[in-house]
Structure formats: structure tokens, C-alpha cells
């Protein structure tokens, strides 16, 4: 990332809104989260990854909050949504993990996902 | 401003009260299942927050958890952490 997102960079400015932007429409599924996919430090995030594992879904954008700090909080100026993880589908913001649990489990996930999931 | 736990579940049993009405209301404390992960550090507690209400009538579940986002206000920003969410109508409970 050349973008600075440091824990001294505002977040609601526009370098860090608009790389949010670029991140989100840039990729068809994106999970602002803390750790890895590999590596979550946090069970929220960690459940919204096998979620979209069990989706199907083999390319998650994810972007580690815990090491972009500005990141941290500008998406949740971002979204409007005061928590992390958050995920995004096709550049639209869907939910936190209870919502994409929700979603997963009455089949609304997999259909939002659509081409993007596999299997 | 520093809660105790008990004063912070009040305080948010408060604000959801004031603002969407529940005709049922239950918040627990869940913080021990995420202490001393990396991502709670700075303290936030956990809670897990059930709610029925009238006030979810009509709208998505993304619109309903942001309603109670918005009556938990300024305690989203540092006393708590996360909310685990179930927001149901009292049809839906029925």
C-alpha cells in the first residue's frame, strides 16, 4: 500500500476514503478484518472467513485493520457501521458477522455472491 | 467517561430502552470469550444483545443493526467494543 495509514493519518480524510473506495469496487469480495484469513485475531473476523470458505469463495480481498490503523477507522466512517469485521460484496457494503451468518444461513449470502462463489 | 461493566450494560439497556422501545430486552456480557485477543485490546467489552421491537418493523437486518448502533451512540467508540446482534419484530418472535 503506498497510501499512509498510519495511526497519525486521519481517517475520514479523502486519501483514506477514496483507497477504501478503490479497495471495495476494486474487488468483487473484500473483508476489512483483524489478522489474516490464515491468521484472524479476533473471532468475528475469523467466522466471516470460514463463512466465505464455506461459500465457496477462493479470492477474499482482506485487508488486516490491526496493521492499518487509519484503515481501522475509516472504514467505519466509511460504511456507517462502528465495528469491524466488515465485509463487502461487489463494491456494497453487507454486514458484520452476525449479518453475514444471517445471510449464510437463509441462503441470501450465496446468492449475493453469485459468480463468486464456486460450488 | 470509564464504566464499570455494570454501569455500562445500564447505560446501554438505557439507551436502547429510550430509543427503540423493546417489548424484550437482553444484554450479557460475552467479554470473556474474546480476552486477550489481539484485536480487543484497549479494553472494549463484548456483549451479546437481543432485541425485539416494534422499531424493525420493515427494514433489513443491516438497517436494524445500524438503528441500534446509533442508540448505543458514543459508547461504540471505545466502552464497547462489538455487539453480537439478534433484532427481531415481535411477529417475527411469534
Not at chain 1, 32 to 37: C, E, I, L
Not at chain 2, 58 to 82: C, E, F, N, W
Request: net charge negative; aromatic share 6%; proline share 5%.
Amino acid at each position: 500500500m503506498t497510501v499512509d495509514t498510519g495511526a497519525h493519518v486521519d481517517p475520514t480524510s479523502p486519501a483514506i476514503q477514496d483507497l477504501i473506495r478503490e479497495q471495495v469496487t476494486g474487488h468483487p469480495v473484500v473483508l476489512y478484518m483483524k489478522g489474516t484469513p490464515q491468521f484472524p485475531m479476533c473471532g468475528f473476523s475469523g467466522t466471516v472467513v470460514q463463512i466465505l470458505k464455506a461459500c465457496g469463495v477462493k479470492d477474499i480481498f482482506s485487508v488486516n485493520v490491526l496493521e492499518h490503523p487509519a484503515i481501522r477507522e475509516g472504514v467505519k466512517v466509511y460504511a456507517n457501521w462502528p465495528t469491524l469485521p466488515q465485509l463487502y460484496v461487489n463494491g456494497e457494503f453487507v454486514g458484520g458477522c452476525d449479518i453475514a451468518r444471517e445471510m449464510y444461513q437463509n441462503g441470501e449470502l450465496q446468492q449475493l455472491l453469485g459468480g463468486n462463489a464456486q460450488g | 467517561m470509564v464504566y464499570t461493566a455494570e454501569a455500562l450494560i445500564a447505560e446501554l439497556r438505557q439507551r436502547l430502552e429510550a430509543s427503540l422501545a423493546p417489548v424484550r430486552l437482553t444484554v450479557e456480557d460475552d467479554s470473556h470469550h474474546h480476552a486477550g485477543h489481539a484485536g480487543a485490546r484497549g479494553g472494549g467489552r463484548h456483549f451479546r444483545v437481543r432485541i425485539v421491537s416494534a422499531a424493525f418493523a420493515g427494514k433489513s437486518t443491516v438497517a436494524r443493526h445500524r438503528q441500534v448502533y446509533v442508540a448505543a451512540g458514543d459508547l461504540m467508540r471505545g466502552p464497547i467494543h462489538a455487539l453480537a446482534l439478534t433484532t427481531h419484530t415481535p411477529e417475527e418472535e411469534a
